[in-house]
């Protein structure tokens, strides 16, 4: 008698412990999603099948029976990553409505996620290789850790242009034709001459001299730290900063912060000639869904530039300790790699998509319009140069990226020497990475 | 019956033990624990880098002589003097004016009240949204140079943000209006505790009102001075948000807005580095008492 109570006891404790099992794998009610602003929430609101908005002013939402929550953390100052940095350590403690699912990370600071523990393998979600074959190498680059493992994905390929303002072209270079307007900014010296005549004709070559920073801070020959933790600038930021003081002191551009309402008023009026941007640039800052905006009235037309480079992006990474491993997959390979979906970004979004495909169907297509840029097609521009793009990232780029144009800023306007602004940078920058090795 | 009574003390007493503990457990938990901490955790190297905490590690005086050694500590001090001082000298002559007017019975001002409460108005307002609208009015295209490209003053937008003696007078300027009307209120309680007797009897002896001001008013105001001097002086080592929103957060041009608790900021935003900053609030601890001790001996010294 007594064994077979026994023995029931140990079935039923056998047959509870395997039903518990199953429910513990059963998928969390709450998707939470970190974003530092709403660029992938808005193509998260408008392509996820079945995401019903509950509430208008956060856009939390529903999928089914799960509940989405948006954590929005501005980006400035390292502002996003300190509180994307409290949601990550926190994940293991964290009850299941609390759990980050998901969060996207920026070029400048991918690898920090990417080197740590806090972002998944996508391969241990069930996505392969294969699954993302169509995308460009160099956006795999940046969340493939030491390891060799991809931790992250984006639906954005970010090759960057010079968008110029055709009223103006007109008027001083006589043409708006994309391809004669290339061959007064071809390379720098003749982007300089060019310069000299628009500011004659009373106008700004850029609105700051942080326009032209990433088309020589993402061409550089070495990362800002190297593997020792060494910190060095780069021969070619070294020909911005020399290349900007003259600019600024011909009176070419100015000093103004980028995002700034100084530096966003060559968006309005014809002031400013060209701004340096990637599609995302032209779909999101341009103040396009403004109807007095240039960008609205199509005035704006786009070449490749002095230099091919690339600007930004967002990738969308999974959280480890997620609740959510079966939807956030879904999720990562629905946004980022159903070529349907990446159509409609393209011609709704005008953004420059991951998809080799997809970028090759509308580079061909002469059908294709790009309203902000009067109608002309600049796929066939963004899609040059992605294949040829050259990496040197560091975990610290962040923060040397801003440090280095706000320093810079007291060398250009004249309250600094060189010397002096370098020095401030150095601090600043071990200020924030106190392991770092910097010159004296 | 002796005995009883004395029971009934002790009873008390306990009470009066247990009424204090709120106090004392809020206390020790979030003035005592944090004070001890920061001293300690200044020997020691301790910061965060790339999610990665670094140490607790001892490392002795370290800190201390890195923050001097590289001059960090002189240079933001001076900065917060000056934009101190800046503030504080047309505050305190502004205020000491006011305040006499306000308390002369003779002047009978109207709506003295009125006055009294928009004068303190401006220090209702955060002192983060204030520099915010500063930032915004003195923008090189924002409405202070359209109004004075308009009307010709100047040729073309001056960067006011860019010019140091600018960016500090603006600080200063912000500062000035924030806490003129919390000094006037100050100083006007001090000028009406004086017995206005004196006052009658300076009348009856026909001093005038400048004599009144120096020979009565202000030597009998002299503790009311002294703790307007200090807590102000306190304050304005402590200044933070004004500058730091106003230069967003890099103290530019060139640092000459970064102030001490900004220098103490920066090495808290991004890299959590507890060690340094511990150091850093030690010093300005030490500071902020050495100069309260200097400002309260000469302003108190008896002649």
């Keep these: 008698m007594k064994m077979k109570l026994l023995c029931v006891l140990l079935s039923t404790a056998m047959v509870t412990a395997l039903l518990a099992g199953c429910s513990g794998e059963k998928e969390g009610q709450t998707l939470n999603i970190c974003v530092w602003n709403d660029e992938f929430q808005t193509r998260f609101i408008d392509y996820y099948p079945g995401y019903e908005i509950t509430d208008e002013t956060t856009k939390s939402g529903k999928i089914g029976d799960v509940t989405v929550n948006w954590f929005v953390y501005p980006n400035e100052g390292a502002n996003y990553q300190d509180n994307l940095d409290r949601h990550l350590q926190a994940n293991a403690d964290a009850s299941a409505d609390e759990i980050i699912d998901l969060y996207c990370i920026e070029a400048d600071y991918a690898l920090k996620y990417v080197n740590s523990d806090y972002s998944m393998n996508l391969a241990d979600l069930g996505i392969t290789a294969a699954d993302l074959s169509d995308q460009y190498k160099y956006t795999q680059d940046i969340v493939t850790d030491a390891n060799g493992a991809l931790k992250g994905s984006s639906w954005q390929a970010c090759s960057a242009l010079l968008i110029y303002n055709r009223a103006i072209a007109k008027e001083v270079l006589g043409t708006d034709d994309p391809a004669e307007v290339q061959t007064y900014v071809s390379d720098w010296d003749t982007y300089n001459d060019t310069a000299a005549k628009i500011a004659e004709a009373g106008y700004l070559m850029t609105a700051s001299v942080n326009d032209t920073y990433r088309t020589f801070s993402n061409n550089v020959s ?219 | 019956m002796k005995e009883a009574k004395k029971g009934n003390i002790v009873k008390y007493n306990k009470w009066g033990y247990i009424f204090l503990i709120p106090f004392v457990v809020v206390y020790l938990v979030f003035q005592v624990y944090p004070l001890v901490s920061t001293i300690f955790f200044s020997f020691f190297e301790y910061y965060e880098e790339n999610l990665a905490v670094v140490g607790p590690t001892w490392n002795n005086f370290e800190h201390y002589i890195q923050i001097f050694s590289d001059g960090s500590i002189v240079k933001y001090a001076e900065n917060t003097i000056i934009m101190w001082l800046m503030g504080f000298i047309p505050q305190i002559l502004v205020s000491l004016l006011l305040g006499a007017w306000f308390s002369d019975t003779r002047l ?167 060690g340094l900053a511990g150091a850093i609030s030690v010093v300005l601890f030490v500071l902020t008492g050495a100069l309260s001790m200097l400002v309260f001996w000469v302003t108190n010294k008896k002649e």
């Design chain 2, 108 to 274: 009978h001002l109207k709506a003295a009240g009125f006055f009294k409460a928009v004068i303190y108005l401006p220090n209702l307002i955060m002192a983060s949204a204030f520099a915010m609208l500063f930032f915004t009015l003195f923008a090189s295209s924002g409405p202070i140079n359209s109004i004075l490209v308009d009307l010709k003053i100047l040729d073309q937008p001056f960067r006011f943000l860019e010019n140091i003696l600018a960016t500090r007078t603006l600080v200063a300027f912000m500062n000035f209006i924030m806490w003129f009307g919390n000094t006037t209120i100050l100083l006007m309680a001090g000028m009406m505790g004086i017995d206005p007797s004196l006052f009658e009897a300076a009348e009856v002896d026909g001093a005038t009102s400048t004599q009144v001001f120096f020979r009565i008013t202000l030597p009998l105001l002299r503790p009311i001075l002294v703790y307007v001097a200090i807590t102000s002086l306190v304050g304005g080592l402590q200044m933070f948000d004004v500058p730091e929103i106003l230069t967003e957060s890099t103290g530019d041009p060139n640092e000459c807005a970064k102030t001490l608790i900004m220098y103490l900021n920066s090495q808290i935003s991004v890299s959590k580095n507890y």
């Design chain 1, 222 to 440: 070495k990362p800002w730290v190297d593997a020792d933790g060494n910190l060095s600038i780069d021969a070619n930021i070294e020909k911005w900063i020399d290349m900007s003081a003259e600019q600024v002191a011909n009176g070419y551009t100015t000093t103004n912060d980028l995002w700034g309402d100084d530096w966003a008023k060559g968006f309005y009026n014809d002031e400013v000639f060209c701004y340096f941007g990637p599609a995302w640039f032209i779909d999101f800052s341009m103040k396009v869904e403004e109807p007095t905006s240039i960008a609205a009235n199509g005035g704006w037309g786009a070449v490749a530039g002095p230099q091919g480079y690339y600007w930004g992006g967002t990738w969308v990474c999974a959280a480890t300790g997620t609740d959510n491993e079966e939807l956030v997959k879904d999720v990562i390979l629905t946004m980022t790699a159903d070529t349907a979906i990446l159509e409609k970004i393209v011609t709704e979004k005008r953004d420059c998509v991951n998809s080799k495909t997809v970028l090759e169907k509308f580079a061909a297509d002469t059908s294709y319009k790009n309203d902000v840029l009067g109608g002309q097609n600049p796929y066939a521009l963004f899609s040059a140069n992605l294949e040829s793009i050259n990496l040197q990232l560091s975990a610290y780029d962040q923060v040397c990226n801003e440090k280095m144009q706000s320093c810079m800023k007291n060398y250009f306007a004249g309250n600094a020497t060189k010397e002096e602004a370098l020095s401030q940078f150095y601090k600043s920058v071990k200020e924030a990475y106190p392991s770092l090795n910097v010159p004296e």
